[in-house]
Nanobody
Framework: VQLQASGGGLVQAGGSLRLSCGTS????????VGWFRQAPGKEREFVTA????????DYVDSVKGRFTIFRDNAKNTAYLQMNSLKPEDTAVYYC??????????????????WGPGTLVTVSS
């Protein structure tokens, strides 16, 4: 599955950005979608994931209440709405898809396809 991510950029602390993750694959609706991020000098970390139907979501504690993941299966696209951004949210954000059984997964190894990453920079 080829994924295309977009929407990154430079924003001031407290601002918002919306990331998009799209594909031409018709099987998109049968996949869990996750967002991960990697800050400079740090390991990649799970951010959020959404189930196939969009009915179940999971967030890392540090973004709860600020980030929202949602998807439009008719458009084969998932989104990450990021509000109240903080400098510590600065990272390259990756979207990924998984076909594992279950509603969502935080395990990066369970994701078979990854997008190229989009840089989010939050200035203080």
């Amino acid at each position: 599955v080829q994924l295309q991510a977009s929407g990154g950029g430079l924003v001031q602390a407290g601002g918002s950005l919306r990331l998009s993750c799209g594909t031409s694959e018709r099987t998109f609706s049968g996949m869990i979608v996750g967002w991960f991020r990697q800050a400079p000098g740090k390991e990649r970390e799970f951010v959020t994931a959404i189930s196939r139907s969009g009915g179940t979501t999971d967030y890392v504690d540090s973004v709860k209440g600020r980030f929202t993941i949602f998807r439009d299966n008719a458009k084969n696209t998932a989104y990450l709405q990021m509000n109240s951004l903080k400098p510590e949210d600065t990272a390259v954000y990756y979207c990924a898809t998984s076909t594992v059984v279950g509603y969502t997964t935080r395990n990066g190894r369970s994701y078979e396809s990854w997008g190229p990453g989009t840089l989010v920079t939050v200035s203080s």
